[in-house]
């Protein structure tokens, strides 16, 4: 069990990891933003929809993900990719989202790519008390503010973006009662969690160690083999959920625009580097 420093605020116990009284924000707590069919194709969120067939490749992922928590019990999963603009966050948004419609589990999208946050933009939020402003401890932020879209179950915790010392931030004591406290939920909250581009500092890496499990994201003709077997290098293959290889041709959803995915199931045996052909 990992022991925790007791900060200024007392907001963390020194007993041993345990958190003074942080209550999550839930989908009942959460502030309800309009959101309908239209919107959600125009910010390209297919995933509530199961009738469009661009949400299939994420209800494959989703059966995957379950099949890990039943496995291995992970339900606090980290999206990460080796550099920015390979479509991380619409890869968490649109899982998030498939994920959220089952509604014997909870989900909750949670931005914690504090410098390029795009769940605001995503799903038109600005928020009120963003999960920078509790990080940061600012007056009135005592939890982060919870949203929730008109007619859909998904929980979302964004972040505003800015020049931030992420890095820090993420690994204060504040970051660490967040963490515990979604451990903590109960065994229906499932959390996709944005995190920072691996290969821009070492945010990911220390979130990481307090999450479950993570995706990677390759978007084909950027993404490298190398920088996807840097990746996994670095954060281990342990954690590793699955690769998922987006804008892929001859994926799953061919418009040019397809998404394709490789699972945890045997993946640390073979090179990372031979599925991404
Ligand atoms: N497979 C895809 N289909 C449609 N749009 C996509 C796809 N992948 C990424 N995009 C779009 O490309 C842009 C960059 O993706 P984003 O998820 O923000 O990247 P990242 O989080 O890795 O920086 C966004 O506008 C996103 O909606
Ligand atoms: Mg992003």
Avoid at 60 to 77: D, I, N, S, T
Avoid at 87 to 103: C, H, Q, V
Avoid at 185 to 191: I, M, V, Y
Avoid at 222 to 244: C, M
Wanted: hydrophobic share 40%; charged share 25%.
């Amino acid at each position: 069990m990992h022991r925790l420093r007791q900060n200024e605020d007392n907001d963390v116990t020194a007993d041993g990891g345990r958190t003074a009284e942080l209550k999550l924000p839930a989908l009942a707590d959460a502030v309800v933003l309009p959101w309908d069919s239209a919107i959600s194709k125009s910010k390209h969120v297919y995933g509530f929809d199961s009738l469009d067939p661009r949400s299939r490749p994420f209800n494959m992922m989703r059966a995957k993900l379950h099949e890990l928590r039943h496995e291995r019990r992970w339900r606090l999963f980290g999206v990460v990719s080796a550099t920015p603009k390979v479509g991380k966050s619409f890869i968490t948004a649109n899982l998030a989202a498939s994920l959220s419609r089952d509604p014997q589990f909870e989900t909750t999208a949670v931005d914690l790519d504090l410098r390029l946050a795009s769940l605001t933009t995503l799903f038109g939020i600005d928020p009120k008390v963003g999960i920078r402003a509790y990080l940061e401890n600012r007056p009135s932020a005592q939890v982060p503010t919870a949203y929730a879209l008109a007619g859909e179950r998904l929980t979302i915790w964004p972040t505003v973006a800015g020049a931030v010392r992420s890095a820090e931030l993420l690994a204060n004591s504040r970051a660490e009662a967040m963490l515990q406290a979604m451990r903590a939920s109960p065994a229906n909250r499932l959390f996709m969690i944005d995190l920072p581009p691996v290969f821009a500092n070492d945010d990911a890496a220390t979130v990481l160690k307090r999450l479950d499990a993570y995706l990677v994201v390759a978007e084909e003709g950027r993404t490298t083999q190398r920088e996807l077997r840097d990746v996994i290098d670095l954060l281990g293959s342990d954690q590793l959920a699955g690769v998922v290889l987006n804008k892929y041709r001859g994926g799953l959803v061919s418009e040019g625009y397809g998404v394709d995915h490789y699972y945890a199931a045997g993946y640390g045996t073979t090179e990372p580097g031979d599925d991404l052909r």
